[in-house]
Structures are given as C-alpha cells and as structure tokens.
C-alpha cells in the first residue's frame, strides 16, 4: 500500500513558478513510475497526464521522463527515492494550467493512462491569474 500526499499547489501570476512535492509512504518507493496528472474546472474535464518518471528495479536504471506536449520544456519532473518524494518544477506558468494537480503511483509500469496509476494523492489546487 502507497499513500501520497502532494503540496506546493497556490495562486501565481502568469510567467510565475511553483514547485510541487508528492511524499510516498510504503515501501520500495523507487519500484514505483511516479506520474503527475491534473484535471482542470468545469464539466467534463477529464484527468490529463502532466508527467511521469520511471521506476528503476532488476537491470532497469529507471529515471526516464515524459511530458505532455503543452508543458516540455516548461516543467520537470524528478524524483528523490532516499526522501521518497517526487517533485514537479513548474515555470512559465500559464493561465491555461490553472488545475487540480494529482501525483499518482504504479509499479513496475511505464504508462500515461490515469485508468493504469493504482494510488492517487488527494491532489493540490493551482491557480495560474493573467
């Protein structure tokens, strides 16, 4: 069992950052891909993947990341398994970002479907104003 609990979500001005944290308990933190999704306000907005960085376990060194389109080269994701805590470093905010950020967690598995991710945290509000 894997419990999450993300920070680092608030109110910033377009062009601004944030930094979120999602800190993991359990064990064997570094056998889990840890990805970040978010889900913005409104009907039938639906839970996109942000990011994700890959678990390491047997040859596989781990530590590979993917993004979304509309975020590369504006977020970074990374992961500190000694702390058991997966950041996602947010600049060049847009208005367009504003969203419910979720951190999420599966094992042995490189996916971006929100449907495959077995542990979600509680998620944090961002609010990116022009």
């Known amino acids: 069992q894997v419990q999450l609990v993300e920070s680092g979500g608030g109110l910033v001005q377009a062009g601004g950052s944030l930094r979120l944290s999602c800190a993991a308990s359990g064990r064997a933190f570094s056998s889990y891909t840890m990805g970040w999704f978010r889900q913005a306000p409104g009907p039938g907005n639906e839970r996109e993947f942000v990011?994700?960085?890959?678990?390491?376990?047997?040859?596989?060194?781990?530590?590979?990341?993917y993004y979304t389109d509309s975020v590369k080269g504006r977020f970074t994701i990374s992961r500190d398994n000694a702390k058991n805590t997966v950041y996602l470093q947010m600049n060049s905010l847009k208005p367009e970002d504003t969203a419910v950020y979720y951190c999420?967690?599966?094992?042995?598995?490189?996916?971006?479907?929100?449907?495959?991710?077995?542990?979600w945290g509680q998620g944090t509000q961002v609010t990116v104003s022009t």
């Open positions: 990011a994700a960085i890959s678990y390491s376990g047997g040859s596989y060194s781990g530590g590979r990341t």
């Open positions: 999420a967690a599966v094992r042995f598995m490189i996916v971006y479907s929100s449907r495959s991710y077995n542990y």
